[in-house]
């Protein structure tokens, strides 16, 4: 009889620990079912990608791209040779529903020219520093469509 209450005992036991998990703080907790424990998950995914939203967002623009095929600065050296522009752009922001899927896209629906201060060498053996400005487009709104 004695044997059979252990034995019992050490079922419990199995089974409490089987039904438990250990947390990184060491404390002992009951196990979530894997489906709420995935929803979960899934939710702080799709609430991640809410966060980007649709918005001029900064980006690295290449002043050379910027030029006009005829301008006179292609052969200086530009300082500064990026600029950081507010763009709208489809890959930094989400235009999707609550399940992840990225039902529209996120596009420019007002800018403005905004003029850059250029510096240049005019005679790239000198130290001698020129100024133009450069209108590059900035997108002050965009919206999902």
């Keep these: 009889m004695q044997s059979m209450k252990l034995l019992l005992l050490l079922l ?6 089987n039904t438990m ?3 990184s703080m060491g404390k002992v907790s009951p196990r979530k079912s894997g489906k709420s424990a995935a929803e979960k998950a899934f939710k702080l995914e799709v609430k991640q990608l809410k966060k980007m ?8 623009v290449y002043v050379a791209d910027e030029l006009g095929e005829t301008s006179d600065y292609h052969d200086k ?7 950081a522009v507010k763009r709208c752009s489809a890959s930094y922001s989400y235009c999707g529903d609550n399940l992840g ?4 896209i996120c596009a420019t629906t007002t800018h403005k020219m905004k003029n850059f201060t250029i510096r240049y060498l005019e005679n790239n053996n000198s130290n001698n520093f ?3 400005k450069l209108p590059i487009k900035v997108d002050s709104k965009c919206d999902c469509v």
């Excluded at 050296?77 to 600029?83: A, H, R």
């Design 12 to 17: 419990c036991v199995v089974v409490a620990v």
């Design 21 to 23: 998990s250990v947390s």
């Design 53 to 60: 939203k649709c918005k001029p967002r900064l980006v690295k």
């Design 77 to 83: 050296w530009l300082f500064p040779e990026v600029l």
């Design 101 to 104: 899927r990225d039902t529209k």
């Design 130 to 132: 020129e100024y133009f």
